[in-house]
Each structure stands twice: as structure tokens, then as C-alpha cells.
């Protein structure tokens, strides 16, 4: 299974990736690192010899275009999925219709609770007890698509933002690389729960 894996930050999810793909026994690869950003994550694409491509919005007239551009990058490696793994943008309704649903994302947070781009402040700000992690098929909408796993991960008596985001990095680590290996193994069917999500829905 080859993968391309899309990044904005520090990339601790795509390290996971990383060193789960580098063993030989794993089912899958990953070809390429995309970013919109000079992410520093970008640096673990390198050590471990990955290519890896930017592209900046700001050189775009409009999310359309930086869309286009985007995925005509991601497709010169024709890849079988593609991974959002910390990758902060809004990917256009082009983008999602031609690589869905081959392309999921990890999301801090117990989907559709704290949708969007502060999920672990919102989580903290709402007193939530306990809050986690979903990884699900992206569609057109923020944070909606068909959820493929969830786990909780537990919010403690004096926890900051950033102590917080660390406990759930640590489940959701270990949540991707399981999900990319039950994709990869066919044990999850990414276009029969697309399939029967939109019958669900339609
Ligand atoms: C992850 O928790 C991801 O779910 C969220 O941002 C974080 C990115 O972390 N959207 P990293 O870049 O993988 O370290």
C-alpha cells in the first residue's frame, strides 16, 4: 500500500508512520510527505528518506487552485491513501471527491465533539472528563466523514493544553499506525463504509 502522508507541524504522527513502514514486514510505504507549510515534521520525512513537497497557499489566487496544485502533487505518486496526520487546511471539494475515500485524518478529539482546529482547548474548556481520538474518512465537511476508529483518552484534574495534547498523541500514535495496518490488510474496507455511509445518509 503506498501512502502519501500530509503534515502542517511537528509531525509526531508521520514519525509513527514512519518508523512503523520502515519495517520491511509492514504492508505499507509511505512515498511521499506533502505540506502546506515549512513543517518542522518535514525533518523526519528526510532522516528517514522520504521525498517530500510543499505547497504554499500563499502562492495561489484561491483554495481552489492551491487545491489543484496540491493534488496534482499528491498524484505523481499515485498513491493507494492518503493520511492527514496534523495537516491544518480545509481540503476543496476537488481534492476530496478525487482521493475519497482513500484519504482519512486524525482528529484530537471524540468526533463530532470539539470538530475543528482547537479540538483539545475546547475539550478543556468544556470540562469534559474525558475526551480522544477519531480517525475517519474525510469528506467535504470539517471533521464529518464516515468515523473508522475512536479511543478515549482521559482529561485529569489540572491538565493544560499542552499536557493534554501529549496524552492523546500518545493513543493516537499508536491508532493510526493500527488503522493504516487494517487498511493495508483489507481488515478495514474504506470503500464499503464510504458506500454504506452515503446510503445511510442520502
Ligand atoms: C495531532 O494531534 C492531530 O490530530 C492534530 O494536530 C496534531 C498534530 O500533531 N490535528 P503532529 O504534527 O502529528 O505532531
Same mark, same amino acid.
Given at each position: 500500500?503506498?501512502?502519501?502522508?500530509?503534515?502542517?507541524?511537528?509531525?509526531?504522527?508521520?514519525?509513527?508512520?514512519?518508523?512503523?513502514?520502515?519495517?520491511?514486514?509492514?504492508?505499507?510505504?509511505?512515498?511521499?510527505?506533502?505540506?502546506?507549510?515549512?513543517?518542522? +515534521?518535514?525533518?523526519?520525512?528526510?532522516?528517514? +528518506?522520504?521525498?517530500?513537497?510543499?505547497?504554499?497557499?500563499?502562492?495561489?489566487?484561491? $483554495? +481552489?487552485?492551491?487545491?489543484?496544485?496540491?493534488?496534482?502533487?499528491?498524484?505523481?505518486?499515485?498513491?493507494?491513501?492518503?493520511?492527514?496526520?496534523?495537516?491544518?487546511?480545509?481540503?476543496? #471539494? $476537488?481534492?476530496?471527491?478525487?482521493?475519497? #475515500?482513500?484519504?482519512?485524518?486524525?482528529? #484530537?478529539?471524540?468526533? #463530532?465533539?470539539?470538530?475543528?482546529?482547537?479540538?483539545?482547548?475546547?475539550?478543556?474548556?468544556?470540562?469534559?472528563?474525558?475526551?480522544?481520538?477519531?480517525?475517519?474518512?474525510?469528506?467535504?465537511?470539517?471533521?464529518?466523514?464516515?468515523?473508522?476508529? *475512536?479511543?478515549?483518552?482521559?482529561?485529569?484534574?489540572?491538565?493544560?493544553?499542552?499536557?493534554? *495534547?501529549?496524552?492523546?498523541?500518545?493513543?493516537?500514535?499508536?491508532?493510526?499506525?493500527?488503522?493504516?495496518?487494517?487498511?493495508?490488510? +483489507? $481488515?478495514?474496507?474504506?470503500?464499503?463504509?464510504?458506500?454504506?455511509?452515503?446510503?445511510?445518509?442520502?
Amino acid at each position: 500500500l503506498s501512502i502519501v502522508v500530509l503534515i502542517s507541524g511537528g509531525g509526531s504522527n508521520l514519525r509513527a508512520l514512519l518508523e512503523a513502514t520502515a519495517d520491511g514486514a509492514f504492508p505499507a510505504r509511505i512515498v511521499a510527505v506533502g505540506a502546506d507549510t515549512e513543517a518542522p +515534521g518535514l525533518d523526519h520525512a528526510e532522516q528517514f +528518506g522520504v521525498p517530500s513537497f510543499t505547497v504554499f497557499p500563499s502562492g495561489f489566487p484561491n $483554495r +481552489g487552485d492551491w487545491g489543484d496544485e496540491l493534488l496534482a502533487q499528491i498524484q505523481q505518486w499515485s498513491p493507494d491513501l492518503v493520511v492527514c496526520a496534523g495537516f491544518m487546511r480545509i481540503l476543496p #471539494p $476537488r481534492v476530496v471527491a478525487a482521493l475519497s #475515500p482513500n484519504l482519512i485524518n486524525t482528529h #484530537p478529539a471524540l468526533l #463530532p465533539l470539539f470538530p475543528g482546529a482547537h479540538a483539545v482547548r475546547d475539550a478543556l474548556a468544556a470540562g469534559a472528563r474525558e475526551t480522544g481520538v477519531t480517525v475517519h474518512i474525510v469528506d467535504e465537511g470539517v471533521d464529518t466523514g464516515p468515523t473508522l476508529v *475512536q479511543r478515549t483518552v482521559p482529561v485529569l484534574p489540572g491538565d493544560t493544553e499542552h499536557v493534554l *495534547q501529549e496524552r492523546i498523541k500518545t493513543i493516537e500514535r499508536d491508532l493510526l499506525v493500527q488503522t493504516v495496518l487494517d487498511i493495508a490488510t +483489507g $481488515r478495514t474496507d474504506l470503500a464499503a463504509i464510504h458506500q454504506s455511509n452515503r446510503s445511510a445518509t442520502t
